[in-house]
């Protein structure tokens, strides 16, 4: 099993980024997926979560109605795209799968910095 985010980086506030998340080792389309982060001495914290067909997505009051996830199931890839960025979602950020009471493991995340 292997997840490999991607597409971090450093932006100006009120600015975008679409982070991948790339899997592999698995039946990714039978695995719900989820973005979840990590800020600076925080615990990590959940972020958004879609279904297996799409049909079903959720996200944490802080992020809803700027991030958006989506997932295509061909390419094997779960995106998170992010806008009107601000400083507080500076965090590494990490997705992963779930079936049942089955998570896969975490990959090595990806870095965005929210700064001016």
């Known amino acids: 099993v292997q997840l490999v985010e991607s597409g971090g980086g450093l932006v100006q506030p009120g600015g975008s980024l679409r982070l991948s998340c790339a899997a592999s080792g698995f039946t990714f389309s039978s695995y719900i997926m989820s973005w979840y982060r990590q800020g600076p001495g925080k615990e990590r914290e959940w972020v958004a979560l879609?279904?297996?067909?799409?049909?079903?997505?959720n996200y944490a009051n802080s992020v809803k109605g700027r991030f958006t996830i989506s997932r295509d199931n061909a390419k094997n890839t779960v995106y998170l795209q992010m806008n009107s960025l601000n400083p507080e979602d500076t965090a590494v950020y990490y997705c992963?799968?779930?079936?049942?009471?089955?998570?896969?493991?975490w990959g090595q995340g990806t870095q965005v910095t929210v700064s001016s």
């Open positions: 879609i279904s297996i067909g799409s049909a079903y997505t």
């Open positions: 992963q799968g779930r079936r049942g009471s089955q998570t896969t493991d």
